[in-house]
């Protein structure tokens, strides 16, 4: 069994800044690679950033040069700082890890930027 903790979601103006972490417990023995997706009222799901075991990361355009991704191993920890963020930045923020021979999931965190 595998648990992935979302934190950090909640109200901010434009061009403010939020965190977002995710810690992930259980039987876990390698985590390749860890992820935030977004899904948007109507819209379908996204990738929004992505780092691999390696530490390389990818980025959808959209974030780019606003968001950033980090993970720490030893705490099998992954964390979205957003800078700058917009309206569109409005969704719920998943959390994502493909590890061993599956992906898990996390329920998910409300981040909305509002005014």
């Known amino acids: 069994q595998v648990q992935l903790v979302e934190s950090g979601g909640g109200l901010v103006q434009p061009g403010g800044s939020l965190r977002l972490s995710c810690a992930a417990s259980?039987?876990?023995?390698?985590?390749?690679?860890m992820a935030w997706y977004r899904q948007a009222p109507g819209k379908q799901r996204e990738l929004v950033a992505l780092?691999?075991?390696?530490?390389?990361?990818n980025y959808a355009e959209s974030v780019k040069g606003r968001f950033s991704i980090s993970r720490d191993n030893a705490k099998n920890t992954v964390y979205l700082q957003m800078n700058s963020v917009k309206l569109e930045d409005t969704a719920v923020y998943y959390c994502?890890?493909?590890?061993?021979?599956?992906?898990?999931w996390g329920q998910g965190t409300q981040v909305t930027i509002s005014s």
């Open positions: 994502y890890v493909r590890h061993d021979l599956r992906v898990s």
């Open positions: 259980g039987s876990i023995f390698n985590i390749y690679a």
């Open positions: 780092i691999n075991k390696s530490g390389s990361t």
